[in-house]
Every structure is written in C-alpha cells, then in structure tokens.
C-alpha cells in the first residue's frame, strides 16, 4: 500500500485559509490530530476562536470512541468481534456499531449493491491497507470470496449483529462520514455557530464560514496532486466527501490497483480517477461517494435521481481530464478558468 493519507484535508485547509486570508483581519483557525489512520481537522470560524480548544477535544474523544467501535485494524472492535463470531452467535453491540451497520445496510440498498461492507474478504484478498500480497489474486481466489460478499446477510436483531461463517465487515467506506456527522452534532451541542469538521477529506459544515460567506473547499485535480480544479461552495450544514484512486491504492506487479472493490466482480474498480459527493450529511457523502466510484457516472446519475438532495462530480480516469457533473452541481462547483471547457453536465 502506498500514497499519502493526508492530502485530502491538507488540501482543503490550504483553499480555506487563502481564501480567508486575502482580505480579513481575522481568520478561520484549525487544530489537528490523527484518527483512523489519517488526519482530522477541525477548523472555527473567528467568532468561536475561543471554543476551537474544547470543541477539538470533544471531538477528538468522539472519534477515539468510534475507532476503539468500528476499526478493523483493531482486534478488539466490535467489528473485529463480530467477524470473530460469524457462524457462530449473535454479538451484542454498542446502539453507535449497530447505527452504522443499518446505515451501512441502507446505502448497500440504495447502490444496488456497489456500496457493500461485507467486500472485507476481498479488501484483504487484494491487500488494501495491509502489505500487498505476493501475488495478483487469481479468479479462483475470487470466486471463492465473492461468495462472502453480501450485506443483506448481515443480521441485526434488537442491539445484536451476526453474520454467516467467513464473512467480516469493513467500514472503511462510511465510519469517517458518520464520525464526522457525530462532530456535527458536537458542535451543534456546544452551541457554535461556524465549524467545518474534516476526517480525511470527510468533511462537514456548521453554519457559515462569517455572516452571509459559505465555507469553500478546493476539488483535487486527481493526476496532478498540488492541483485543484475547482472550488465547491457548501451551504451551512452541508457535507461533502471524495473516493478516489490517488491517496490509496495497491501496486502489484507494477500495476496500480484501485482500493475500492467491485462487490459484484470482486476486482478492483477501473475508469474512474474521483468521485466527489454533496450532500446533507457526512454518512451519505461517505456511502455514496464510495458507491459511486464503483457505479461510475452512467449509472450514477440514474441513482442520483432518486436522492434530489445529493450531488456528484465525477472525474473518469482518463486524459485529458474530464470533469461530468450532475445537474444540481452547477450552484456548487465553481470551476477554475483552465478546467471550464473540461466541464460536461450529467443530464
Ligand atoms: P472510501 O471510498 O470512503 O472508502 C474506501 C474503503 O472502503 C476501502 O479502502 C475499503 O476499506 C472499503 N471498500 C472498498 N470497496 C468497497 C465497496 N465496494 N463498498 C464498501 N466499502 C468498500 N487506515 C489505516 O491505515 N490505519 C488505521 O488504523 C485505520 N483505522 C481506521 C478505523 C476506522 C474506524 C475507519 C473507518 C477507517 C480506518 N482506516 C485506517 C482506514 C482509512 O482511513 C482508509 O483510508 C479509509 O477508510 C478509506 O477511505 P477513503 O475516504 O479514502 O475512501
Ligand atoms: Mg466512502
């Protein structure tokens, strides 16, 4: 596994604080800590420059929290307990993991399958967040994991989880989204008015960067890292997440593998560099960005249809660069001069 973790939310503070900075005395200010293997960021806007310590801390614990719950990195997670006993019994589990594996359930439901949690068998197959493996996995090893692949097999009865032997579940895919959600409310608790909450490119707003000024975050040109294409205005309250094959990837056999799985063919996914999803909360940018990824913009686009509140950018994995954007992205995405003509709407 290689490629940075960071840039996401390196990025986004970059576009925010030059924008704040070329006119106003005061401006927005960050903390960062690390949490589920990347980086969060939580930035206030001037008039809550004195909460930023305690809303960072509280955050802070919240993420901990949630990781100690849902890592598969982690042995001792529920997530890694209920793998632990698939096949066997039903865990009892926090109301937060259960919460997400609906949630988890329901995005697997609106995707039609793309967005799928219990891809886990195939994450590890392909060595996604782990050491690559030796070889590139054969069909028969594939075969053999798809059949492991299928949310609707998850039970969840009354606060306990099970799933059938062999199966595991990864929520590499939405557990920052929902952390962030988590932030949101958070924020909302302590009563501050203008926060923007980032977990490695998960991000959410609280209210107005100031008064009548919506917080901006810059939109990766993913070939070309140190580059954005275009900036997206997000109204209070609103979140926005990207999937893309550019900050984590496997390389096997000096090829370039995406880390997110085709559930339905159990290989990494192909043709599409970034996926960037608008949205009212953070679990559902999370969900449906990944989901996405795996749809591609065709197919996308018909989804979108049936959730008017969520939009996307999609940017195909091809040169020169391309940018296709549905309908309602247009009141969001501001391009940059050079990448206007590389703008295509998704009717
Ligand atoms: P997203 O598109 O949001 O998610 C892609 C990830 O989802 C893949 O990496 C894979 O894990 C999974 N996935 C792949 N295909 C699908 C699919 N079709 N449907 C659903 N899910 C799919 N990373 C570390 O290196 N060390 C850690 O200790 C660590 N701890 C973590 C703890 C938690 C609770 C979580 C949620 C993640 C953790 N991560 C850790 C993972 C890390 O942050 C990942 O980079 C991240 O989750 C991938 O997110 P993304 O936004 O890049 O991509
Ligand atoms: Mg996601």
Redesign the pocket.
């Known amino acids: 596994m290689r490629g940075s973790?960071y840039g996401a939310s390196l990025l986004t503070a970059a576009v925010l604080l030059a924008t704040a900075c070329s006119w106003r005395p005061s401006v927005p200010i960050s903390e960062t800590f690390n949490s589920?293997?990347?980086v969060a960021r939580v930035t206030v806007g001037p008039q809550d420059r004195e909460r930023l310590p305690q809303l960072t801390a509280e955050v802070h614990k919240e993420f901990s929290t949630?990781?100690d719950l849902?890592?598969t990195?982690q042995p001792d997670s529920e997530i890694s307990r209920l793998a632990a006993r698939a096949g066997q019994a039903p865990v009892r589990v926090s109301a937060e993991t259960y919460r997400v594996l609906e949630l988890a359930r329901h995005y697997g439901e609106l995707t039609d399958g793309?967005?799928?949690?219990t891809?886990a068998p195939l994450?590890r197959l392909w060595g996604?967040?782990l050491k690559p493996p030796d070889h590139v996995p054969s069909p028969d090893e594939i075969r053999t994991r798809l059949q492991l692949v299928d949310f609707r097999r998850i039970e969840l009865n009354d606060g306990t989880a099970h799933l059938p032997a062999g199966m595991s579940v990864?929520?590499?895919?939405i557990?920052?989204g929902y952390a962030v959600d988590r932030a949101f409310d958070i924020a909302g608790r302590l009563q501050i008015d203008s926060a923007m909450v980032d977990l490695?490119?998960?991000i959410r707003t609280v209210g107005q960067a100031e008064p009548g000024v919506n917080w901006t975050i810059g939109v990766r040109n993913p070939f070309e890292r140190e580059v954005i294409v275009g900036k997206l205005s997000l109204a209070a309250g609103m979140a926005v997440?990207t999937?893309g094959n550019y900050?984590?990837f496997v390389e096997l056999g000096g090829r370039r593998y995406s880390?997110?799985?085709?559930?339905r063919t159990g290989y990494p996914v192909e043709g599409m560099a970034g996926v960037t999803v608008v949205a009212p909360d953070a679990t559902m940018t999370?969900g449906l960005?990944?989901?996405l990824?795996?749809l591609g913009a065709a197919k996308g686009k018909e989804l979108l249809r049936r959730v008017p509140s969520a939009n996307a950018l999609f940017i195909p994995d091809k040169s020169p660069i391309e940018i296709w954007i549905t309908p309602g992205m247009k009141a969001v995405f501001v391009p940059l001069p050079e990448f206007s003509s590389s703008v295509r709407i998704l009717n």
Do not use: C, Q
């Open positions: 973790l589920m293997g990347t949630l990781e849902l890592s990195y793309a967005f799928d949690v891809v994450v996604v967040g990864d929520l590499g895919g557990g920052k490695g490119g998960n997440a999937s900050e984590r880390h997110i799985i085709d559930p999370d960005s990944t989901g990824f795996v």
